[in-house]
C-alpha cells in the first residue's frame, strides 16, 4: 500500500460532491420547469427556499462544504507527515463511507434520525482520525530532536 492511498477516500468525498450536486441541479431544473418558476425568482437562497419544493439535495450540498473541510485537511496531514497507515486509512475510509451513506439518506427517503446516525458515525470517524494523526504528529514531535 502506497502513501497516496489516502488520498482515495478524498476523492470519494470529491465524486459523492459531484453527484450530489448532479442530484440539486436535476431537481431544481425539474422544479424549475414543473412550477414554471423564472430563474431571476430564486437569485437568493431565501427566494429559493421559498419556491422549492424540494431542497433536500442543496441542504446536503451546502453540509459538503462544513465537516468534510476538516477531513480533506485531516487526508493532506496525513500525507504530508507519513502517516498513512491502516489505523489512518480505515478511518478516513469509514468517514467517506458514512458521509455517503448520510447523503443518500438526506436526498432520498430523509428520515433523520437515520441521517443523523449516519452522521454521528462520520463524526467519531473524523474525530478518531484526527486523535491518531494528532497523536502521531505529538509524537513525531517529542522524539524527533
Known amino acids: ?5 489516502i488520498f482515495l477516500p478524498a476523492l470519494a468525498m470529491v465524486a459523492l460532491t459531484f453527484g450530489v450536486l448532479g442530484v440539486m441541479f436535476k ?26 419544493t424540494d431542497v433536500a439535495a442543496a441542504d446536503n450540498f451546502r453540509n459538503l462544504f462544513e465537516m468534510p473541510m476538516l477531513f480533506y485537511v485531516a487526508t493532506a496531514v496525513a500525507a504530508i507527515t507519513g502517516q498513512t497507515g491502516p489505523w489512518v486509512l ?7 463511507i458514512a458521509r455517503v451513506a448520510h447523503s443518500v439518506i438526506h436526498c432520498t427517503y430523509n428520515k433523520v434520525m437515520h441521517r443523523f446516525r449516519a452522521f454521528l458515525a ?17 509524537r513525531q514531535g517529542l522524539f524527533a530532536a
Open 1 to 5: 500500500m502506497t502513501q497516496h492511498a
Open 27 to 52: 431537481r431544481r431544473v425539474a422544479d424549475m420547469k414543473r412550477n414554471r418558476i423564472h430563474p431571476q425568482k430564486v437569485a437568493t437562497s431565501q427566494q429559493a427556499s421559498a419556491l422549492y
Open 90 to 96: 480505515g478511518l478516513a475510509w469509514a468517514y467517506a
Open 122 to 138: 462520520s463524526v467519531v470517524a473524523l474525530l478518531a482520525l484526527w486523535c491518531v494523526i494528532g497523536y502521531g504528529l505529538l
